[in-house]
Every structure is written in C-alpha cells, then in structure tokens.
C-alpha cells in the first residue's frame, strides 16, 4: 500500500506544479495580449483584478502541491488534502459538463479535462482503500466535512467565473 500513497502523491505533487504553471503562463500570455494590442489600458491592469481573476488556481495549486508533498511523507493532513483536491476536480468537472461549460468545440480540451478527472478520480478511489484509511485513521465525519468542503470550493470555483 505505500506503493500506491507514495504514486498518488507523486502524481498529485506534479499535478499541482503543472497547475500552478500553467496558471502563471496564462496570466503572462494576457497580460503580454493585452499590452501588445492596448497599450493604452496596461496602466489600467492591477494587482486587484488579477488578485480576483486567479486567486483560486493559485491557491487550489498550493493546497495541490502542500496535500501532495505531505501525502508522500504520510501525515493525516495530505490524506485529507489530496481527497480534497481530487473530490474538488471531480465535481468541478461533473459541473461543468451538467451546465455544458465545456462547449462542445472544444474536443481537445474536453478530452484532456476528461483524463484528468478519471486520474483524480483514480486517486481518490484508491485512497479509499480500506488499508490506506486505516493507516491514517481516517473517520466518516472528517470524510464527510472534507467532501463538503470541496463541493464548496468546486461552486466557488464556477462562482467566480
């Protein structure tokens, strides 16, 4: 079974990182867009409305990379961090496709959304072990208010679109 942790905590840890850097390459790229084609309103961009348009997959990103490097060292906190971040995912994208946020044009992107749903959805299944929740003492309420939690960041997340 540590196998299987020390996996999912690796594959977590690298999720986080490629999240986190994907999101600093987006903000780079607009940015870069928006003082190439108006230059005029660079000065209008600020620390506030960038704070407001990707506080949420930088910080999602850290708890990611924090739930995945305290998983791999075994604490009670990764384990509740990375069912977190994966029930998050999970039902961020079950969203998503309910309410049709992933327009069918988007085939590529749908598909790449889709594998990394089933991945964290692995994960959390795996986590799920009847050995693995016994090695962290892991109860149904401290389940149940991490899956709430997440179901809640999971709207937030469509909230602030």
């Given amino acids: 079974m540590k196998i299987i942790e020390k996996s999912i905590a690796i594959c977590v840890l690298v999720l986080g990182v490629f999240s986190i850097t994907m999101g600093i390459w987006d903000l780079w790229i607009r940015i870069d867009l928006i003082n190439e084609y108006k230059p005029e309103s660079s000065y209008q961009i600020s620390i506030t409305q960038i704070f407001k348009s990707y506080h949420y997959g930088f910080i999602t990103s850290i708890i990611e990379i924090f ?52 991945i964290y959805l692995a994960c959390i299944l795996l986590l799920l072990f009847p050995e693995i929740k016994k090695t962290y003492s892991i109860t149904k309420l401290g389940l149940m208010i991490v899956l709430t939690f997440s179901s809640l960041g999971a709207a937030y997340g469509f909230w602030i679109k």
């Fill in 67 to 118: 739930g995945g490097l305290s998983l791999f060292f075994r604490n009670r906190i990764g384990y509740y961090l990375t069912i977190f971040i994966c029930s998050k995912y999970v039902i961020g994208f079950i969203i998503s496709l309910t309410i049709n946020d992933l327009k069918v044009a988007d085939q590529n992107l749908l598909i790449i959304k889709s594998i990394l749903g089933a």
